[in-house]
DNA sequence: TCTACAATGTTGTCAACGTCTACATCGCGA
DNA sequence: TCGCGATGTAGACGTTGACAACATTGTAGA
């Protein structure tokens, strides 16, 4: 069964169109079903049905479209935390915990791409990385301050409960994804962790 | 005339004589200083001064060399946690503090080794890298099970409190090491999160 | 002592990759 | 119309992982 091309299907057109996005799209997906490694300048081209130079028209190396893959992902993972909050009513430990779903669930959805997100995809720290944190960061730091001002949230340092919160519900999404838990329990851990930073006694008992 | 002389410093013996431990003394060397990309085989075998086939013979290919190394990362991380929590006194809010310091500290001192423990360096799901939290897991489950006995450490399942005690200090960890944070700071964020699992308020308000 | 063998290292080769350069084709605005 | 910049093509080069054929060495047993 031939390739669906969005545009033409029988002859092809010197000019791809939106190669650039053809090449990001076959990565995302190469990314995911056979990992990094394979994810290669050639191979995406030949994807994209186009020569093995084309990509270099649109990303001036390998790590570059990498990279930008990364920002995309950022983006969604962005995105979807705040939707999930904003959605969320008003109480606060279900904020905090639609907040801390969402981002497991963007961890059990695109394992290898968080892991490029965290880890730059290559090693040339041109990028340490740090970006991950970044929207994650504001969000939680608004819902930490909304959680305090309300009186929903335990006392202390806002910048030192703003880090062990997102350090967990990183960690949480990290094991989760390494662990290949099962979305359930993965949001049970999420559900207690909240718990314990509300206040409350954590484990269920 | 044939030269019966046995060695000789300076001229180069057929057989290395421990190649495979200098292979892997090279690559994390090389993991440290310039990355995973630059731990190649051939530069290996350059840098053992040997010849670009050698390798072959102590490692099936490169991922194989890859783990190898992430197995020699588990354990001395595995050392440090139990030398820590074992040295340290009866107190468990001191031990647990101690088993996590040193994970974070592992982590400042070997962040390119911790990432290739976690992620397996290539992508062929070949090993999930789950083998990360074992030793941890064991240690942990041991100390959470003497808190519970003396009273020290907050009640709960103690399955779920372990996951979710191992999530946050592998968060930090993971934390500490993308932000670069220093250890100081490192440790202090330790310290409230032991805290916060024993039962205290966090914050260190 | 001699010899066959297994372990180890060398050399040569191949395909795939990233990257560079020279060239071809296209669309668009002066 | 025409020319120019953006985009894609074609080929080359050096590096890498992997493999196969061969060389060297220590050693166990005849």
Redesign the interface.
Known sequence: MPEPEPYRSGDKPYHHGSLRAALLAAAERTLRE?????VTLRELARQAGVSHGAPSRHFRDRQALLEELAAVGFARLGDGITAATEKTGGDFAARLRAAATAYVRFALDNP?LL?LM??GG????RE???K??QRPYLILKELIRQGHESGEL?????E??L??I???????A??VS???MPLEQAE??VA??TT??VGG?????
């Open positions: 056979q990992g990094v490694e394979q290898a892991e965290m880890t290559g090693t040339d720290g340490p990385a740090a991950v944190y335990r006392p202390g340092d806002p030192r409960l880090l062990i997102m350090a967990t519900f990183q960690g949480i990290g094991l390494s662990l290949k049970a851990l207690d962790a314990l930073f006694p954590a484990g269920g008992s």
